[in-house]
């Protein structure tokens, strides 16, 4: 009897300790919104838009479109990188045409996987004056992963917006989300990122983020 109350009791005791480090431990991170946050775009460019094979490149390009329009006409502020231009092309068209101030104030690095190992990168990133950033770019297990570590090491918050990137497997894309977890990176869905930045669709801001969300996205399924 007394060994059933002395196991109990240790049991209880355990619970606690449990929840009161847990209690300690997790943090609920605040929201992200169009007046703290950001928009990168990594990479999507002529050659890597090619190599998306680890999931619907179709989706993948809806999703660029509805964060390349949250960036010009929701005003966002949205940055736009590549990387070798004359080797692996210019950014997207549709990122092109839809952003078209952002893409003509692109930064063109000359091959660093880590964006912030560019010193043009890093000091556009400040300039923006935002300390949470979403990123999403290609491939997701080379340049995308890197720089999501430069942000980190940087000190910013981060969030992936995970069906807006690609590789060339998906045990490439889930390896590299996997990783970016235990790192404590936000890995959503592009839907997911509008939102949070608009929780409030019945807003004439969430209004018009909803309109473009249908326009890109669900007009868009199955098709």
Not at 57 to 78: C, D, H, Q, T, Y
Not at 186 to 211: R, T
Request: aromatic share 6%; charged share 20%.
């Amino acid at each position: 009897m007394m060994t059933k109350v002395f196991q109990t009791a240790l049991l209880v005791v355990a619970t606690m300790v449990s929840v009161s480090s847990f209690g300690q431990t997790a943090k609920v991170p605040t929201q992200f919104t169009p007046q703290n946050s950001a928009i990168l775009l990594v990479d999507h460019q002529t050659m890597t838009m090619n190599w998306i094979y680890s999931q619907d490149k179709k989706n993948v390009e809806n999703n660029l479109r509805m964060l390349a329009r949250i960036g010009s006409e929701l005003k966002v502020p949205l940055l736009i990188t590549t990387t070798m231009e004359e080797q692996v092309g210019q950014t997207w068209e549709d990122i092109q045409k839809l952003a078209p101030a952002q893409y003509a104030n692109r930064i063109k690095r000359g091959g660093t996987i880590n964006c912030f190992l560019d010193s043009k990168f890093n000091e556009a990133v400040k300039a923006l004056g935002k300390k949470k950033l979403i990123i999403c770019g290609l491939t997701t297990d080379i340049c995308l992963l890197h720089t999501m570590q430069g942000a980190l090491r940087n000190g910013y918050e981060v969030m992936v917006v995970a069906d807006a990137c690609g590789s060339m497997s998906k045990l490439a894309d889930d390896l590299s989300f996997d990783y970016l977890r235990q790192l404590g990176v936000s890995v959503v869905s592009a839907n997911s990122v509008l939102s949070e930045l608009y929780s409030d669709f019945g807003s004439p801001e969430g209004q018009k983020a909803m309109k473009i969300n249908l326009e890109e996205v669900v007009s868009k399924l199955g098709k």
